[in-house]
Structure formats: C-alpha cells, structure tokens
C-alpha cells in the first residue's frame, strides 16, 4: 500500500456526506438528550451555536421517547446570512458551551469525532449491500457489515490510537484477517483459570493444535527456558506493537514475557472491536483480547484481576438459565467465557488503583463459539444489524420480515419472545440485569424470523442488584448496590431508550409497522410474561413496567463531560446523568 492509498478513502464528496451524516446524528441524539432545544421554525426547526450567529435548521419527526428523527438532506448551516458547508467539527466548537465541552475534553472529543468520520468515510467507500442480499449473508458478512455502531454516541468509532494502517488493518468493517500474536508468561505473574472441565494443557492443545504448541514450545527452550515455568497469551497485534513492546520492556527483558510469534489461525474482529472470531475454524472459541485505544468513553484494556473469576462466573449464570424453565422456553442461551488469563505488571500494580488502565494491559479470555448450536437451516446475526440501514434507506429488520413470510407484528412478537422475555424474567425473578445492547446479543434466525437470544459478554456487564442474594463466594463481585429508584433502568434505559427507541423508528418510518403497534406488541410481551409467573405479582407492582414515565438517562452527557472514563466504576449508577423524565411508551397499553 503507497502512502496516499491509506488515504484514499478520504474524498472531498464522502467528506461532506460523512459530516452530514454525523451532523444529523448529533442534532437528534442532543435533542433527545435535551442538551438542545430545536425551536420550531414554521416546517422547520433551529438551533443555534452559543454566540447566536450560526444556525442549523431541519425537518425532523419527533417520536416516542423523544426520538427526533432528523432527515439529513433537511440540515441547513448558515452564519451572518451565508449558507455554510456542515463541518461535525465547527459544530462542537460553535456548540461548545451549550454541550458543557471543557477545555480539557475538547479536543480529544474532536479526535474521536475525526476518527468517526474517517471511519464513516471508508464504510461509504464500500461496496454497498443491499439489506435483502445482507438478509441472507453469512454471519461475519453481516458483522462487517454493519455502517453505525452504537446508535446512541455520536462519537462512537473514535478508536484513538489506531492509524490509518492499523484502522484498514484490525477495524471490524474493513473484514480483513489476521493473526493473534502470542505471548509467554511467567507463571509467577500470570494465572489461568478456567470452568468447569476444563485443564490448561489440553484447552491449548485443541486451540492451538500439536504442530503450533510444540513450535511455542521450542521457542522457549530455545532460549533456556522451561516451558513448564510459563503460561501462553494471545494478543491483539496493535497491543503487542504499540504497548507490551514499549511499557512492558523490562517484562521482555527479565523474561517474564517472551514472544512467540504469531498462531496459524486468521480471526475477524468483530463490533466490539477487541473480539475476534476464528474463521480458518468457527467452531473454535472467540478470543478477546486487552486492546489500550480510547473508544467510547473507556480505554479497551481487560483487568487480569477480573479475568480470574470470569470462567466461574459464566458457569454459574450457565446453570441458572439451565435451571429455569421460563429462560429455558425463550430458548436463550449464553455463550460462556470458558477460559481467562491475566499477566499481573506489579511495578504497575503498585502504582495504580484497581480501576487503572495499567493494569488492563494485558490478559485475555476464551469465549464459546455460537456456530456449534445452530440447527439445520439456522443462521447468526448480530442484534446490532436489526438497526442497521442501507445506503438506499431500507433496513435490515425489514428485510428479515419481508423473508419470513410473518406479519410485522408477529415477526416482532417472536423477536419479543426470544431476546425481551428473558430480561425480564432475569430482572424479576432474580434482581439479575444485563447489559443486553445490540452488540452483546447474538440472534439465531431461520428463513429471516427470530429463532432464539444468544447473551454473549457476560463477566465484565451483568449485575446482580440484590444485597441479600445468596451468591457463590467467585460470583460475589456481581452484587452492585443501586437505588430502587433506579433499577428498572436497567430495562427502560438498556433496552427501550437505547435500542427499541431506534428499531421502532425505522419500522414506523419504511411504514412497515406503525409506532403504537410496535409499543403494543411490546406492552403484549410484557402483559404474558407476567401472566406466566402470578407468584412474582408483587414484585412486577413494586417495580412498574407500565408506570406512567421514567427518567432519561443520557449516555452522550457521559461522554461529553469525560471521554477518557465515562463512567465511576466503582459507583456505576451514581454516575448516571439523569435529565428529566421520558413518557413510558406502553403505559396504558
């Protein structure tokens, strides 16, 4: 690749279509948020920047839940009388007050917003697939597929440390394999754990095969050393170039830490962007690996400490649902994270709080490969794909209803049944919450309906908001303490505002469904869990799915104010941005 085919993709045309779109973005997401207040200007609306002389008018459709659906042909930018191109990052400099923008979070949050434009114009540069044809593409097509990322954030593929190279390399979208470096790791520094079944030697063997461990192996004794003495690690290649090469030196040189090489095995990121899935063998296990680039309000790390209790985790959420017989009659299952290893820096350690991102440097874990569950005629899809629009406007859950065959009603009443009913069921029955977005959800489909919910991403984003739930002592570190105030947010926030919100609009807007069904059918699947369980009745009363509203909670007001770490780890609910009230859409229904 010559210097400027890195570059090739930044056009002035996909430039400006790229800052419509995230201009857009901004404008309904803000609004929704109430950081801006749209006023209406005969047809159209306005907002103008902090000193009053810029103003963006649109045409837009305001939904439930507050969900401005903007046209992005509609936006207009003018300044002392002038039309003006849209340029995203003019907006948060002209907005910068009114977004409550420090100097200090400023231009990192135009960093991200640079990246996401970069990378929305590589997507347009694409070849671009049609959701029908998406519709009936394999699993991985579908993943590499998807355009938006999250679709609350605006600032949602800012990925601060990647360069162009590496973006074209390791980005999901771009679909190009690679392979994990491996790593050896003192055994004084590192642990293995794993679930239940499962012994070390024989995990590597099957991942890895006897011809790639045996040459591990060499390497080691190569040099002098026992490979006994040492455990193996896989690595994301941008880690191992950009971080453990440079910060964990002295590890490399004491030989605590030797490299390997590289496995045989090619791996396609995925959404997540930090977990790859294994397609020179798809049965094979996931691997997630500690990734140190600044993406959405975090840095990417994986704690070792927190890898330690991963496997014992996944195994005791497994036999709950195993236990259950309303989880087991939606068919949800979980992909568990069968196996975690984590290297312990102790000059890092020493040094640092728990919550350090030196400290998430370097581990990694197993998950459960999807593909050996699947049935004849069945095939995968990220949830996140259910709100994906195409180029020619058209999205991929209407798509998935034209092939089914169903009505939009029933097709989403068994969407409902799979992915919704074990929310709720989880949350009623055993105070247990996830954190069930688009990317954290697997669905299995035949002939386009909704078969079964996969959960995947379990140790690091489920809770168990119960003081007095008797837990295993590996599960404690599950237990959070929220207010009750606070809890169903777990659903109206998670699963309504943050995902149901989009879905219905895109439905209501192809007039595929209308948007009082869609929240009908919603109310429906609520009203027959609860008829399922009448011996929960007092906790479906204390804690009300039909209560008249709920408070908006606002996930790019966390951004905003700290886009390094988002949210106070150790108190996550108490970093909530709470704005106002939102009307629950199926109250009364």
């Known amino acids: 690749m010559t210097l400027s085919d890195a570059v090739a993709h930044l056009s002035p045309e996909r430039w400006d279509h790229a800052n419509r779109l995230l201009v857009r973005k901004a404008l309904a997401e803000f609004a929704h948020e109430r950081l801006i207040t749209p006023e209406k200007d005969g047809a159209r609306y306005a907002v103008h920047s902090d000193d009053g002389r810029t103003r963006y008018t649109f045409t837009a459709v305001v939904r439930a839940l507050d969900h401005w659906q903007v046209d992005a042909g509609s936006v207009t930018r003018h300044r002392d009388g002038r039309e003006l191109p ?153 880690q191992w170039w950009n971080k453990l090469t440079v910060t964990f030196a002295a590890e490399i040189a004491q030989r605590y830490l030797v490299c390997l090489g590289e496995g045989d095995d090619e791996y396609l990121a995925q959404q997540s962007i930090r977990t790859f899935f294994n397609t020179s063998r798809p049965e094979k296990h996931y691997v997630k690996t500690a990734l140190s680039v600044l993406n959405m309000g975090f840095m990417r790390g994986l704690s070792a400490a927190y890898m330690e209790a991963t496997p014992a985790i996944n195994d005791w959420l497994a036999q709950l649902i195993e236990g259950d017989p309303v989880l087991k009659a939606t068919g949800l299952s979980i992909i568990r994270e069968r196996a975690a290893v984590g290297y312990r820096h102790l000059e890092y350690e020493a040094a640092t709080d728990r919550y350090s991102p030196y400290r998430k440097m370097l581990a990694a874990l197993w998950r459960e490969s999807p593909v050996p569950s699947l049935q004849e005629g069945e095939s995968l899809a990220t949830m996140a794909s259910l709100v994906h629009v195409d180029h020619e406007g058209r999205s991929f859950a209407t798509a998935l209803i034209e092939r089914s065959g169903l009505t939009p009603v029933e097709w989403l009443r068994r969407y409902l049944r799979a992915y919704f009913t074990p929310l709720l069921h989880s949350f009623y029955a055993y105070d247990l919450v996830f954190m069930p977005h688009g990317e954290n959800v697997v669905l299995v489909l035949k002939d386009g309906v909704v078969q079964r919910a996969i959960y995947k991403d379990i140790a690091e984003e489920i809770a168990v908001m119960n003081p007095d739930a008797a837990l295993p002592p590996a599960v404690e570190r599950l237990r959070v303490e929220v207010p009750e105030e606070k809890k169903l947010l777990s659903i109206f926030t998670d699963v309504f505002d943050c995902f149901f919100r989009f879905l219905a609009a895109n439905l209501a807007d192809e007039g595929v469904l209308a948007e009082e069904d869609f929240w009908r059918t919603v109310a429906e699947t609520v009203r027959a869990y609860q008829a399922q369980v009448p011996e929960l009745s007092a906790r479906f009363a204390q804690y009300d799915m039909f209560a008249p509203e709920f408070a908006l909670s606002c996930l790019n007001r966390l951004q905003l104010r700290n886009n390094k770490q988002m949210v106070d780890l150790a108190d996550p609910a108490g970093a909530l941005q709470l704005v106002g009230h939102l009307k629950n859409p199926i109250a009364g229904l």
């Open 86 to 238: 849209l340029a995203a990052m003019e907006f948060f400099i002209e907005l910068k007050e009114t977004l409550g923008l420090s100097d200090e979070v400023l231009p990192v949050y135009l960093e991200e917003i640079s990246s996401t434009l970069s990378g929305t114009c590589y997507k347009l540069g694409k070849p671009q697939t049609p959701v029908a044809e998406l519709a009936r593409s394999g699993f991985q097509a579908i993943e590499s597929g998807m355009t938006e990322g999250h679709p609350c954030f605006v600032a949602n593929n800012g990925r601060l440390g990647f360069g162009v190279h590496e973006y074209l390399s390791y980005a999901p979208e771009t679909a190009s394999p690679l392979r994990l470096v491996w790593l050896a790791a003192h055994r004084s520094r590192a642990a293995f754990t794993a679930g239940v079944g499962i012994e070390y030697e024989s995990f590597l063997r099957d991942e890895l095969g006897e011809v790639t461990l045996n040459r591990f192996r060499d390497t080691l004794s190569a040099q002098g050393l026992d490979p006994a003495d040492y455990l193996l690690i896989p690595v994301h290649p941008w």
